[in-house]
C-alpha cells in the first residue's frame, strides 16, 4: 500500500508559478510511474503529466507543455510538479497518483493504483 500526499498549491494571479509535492510513504516508489491530474469543478478528471520510473522520460497534455514540469527524486520519495506562466484555466484540484508495475496507461486515470487527496490550485486574472 501506498500513501500520496500533496502539498503546495494556493491563489496566484495569472503568469504566475507554484510548485507542486508528492510526498509517499508505506513503501518505496523507485518502480512506479507517476502521474499529475486534476479536475475542475463540473469537469472530468483530466491527465496533466506523467515521469517514468527512473524520472527520464516525460509527458505532457498538450495545455501544459511548455509550461509545467514533472520531476521526481526517488531518494526523497517525492514528485514536483513546476508550473509557470499559470493561467486561469488551470485552476483545479491536482490530484498526485502512482502507477505500478505491469503499468498501466500513464495517460488514463485507469492505470494508476494509488492517489493523493489533492490540492487546490486557483489562478486569477
Known amino acids: 500500500q501506498v500513501w500520496l500526499v500533496e502539498a503546495g498549491g494556493g491563489l496566484v494571479q495569472a503568469g504566475g508559478s507554484l510548485r507542486l509535492s508528492c510526498a509517499a510513504s508505506g513503501r518505496t516508489l523507485s518502480s512506479y510511474a507517476m502521474g499529475w491530474f486534476r479536475q475542475a469543478p463540473g469537469k472530468e478528471r483530466e491527465f496533466v503529466a506523467a515521469?517514468?520510473?527512473?524520472?527520464?522520460?516525460?509527458y505532457y497534455a498538450d495545455s501544459v507543455k511548455g509550461r509545467f514540469t514533472i520531476s521526481r527524486d526517488n531518494t526523497k520519495n517525492t514528485v514536483y510538479l513546476q508550473m509557470n506562466s499559470l493561467k486561469p484555466e488551470d485552476t483545479a484540484v491536482y490530484y498526485c497518483a502512482a502507477n505500478r508495475p505491469p503499468h498501466g496507461s500513464l495517460y488514463s486515470p485507469r492505470g494508476y493504483d494509488y492517489w493523493g487527496q489533492g490540492t487546490q490550485v486557483t489562478v486569477s486574472s
Open positions: 515521469i517514468n520510473s527512473s524520472g527520464g522520460t516525460t
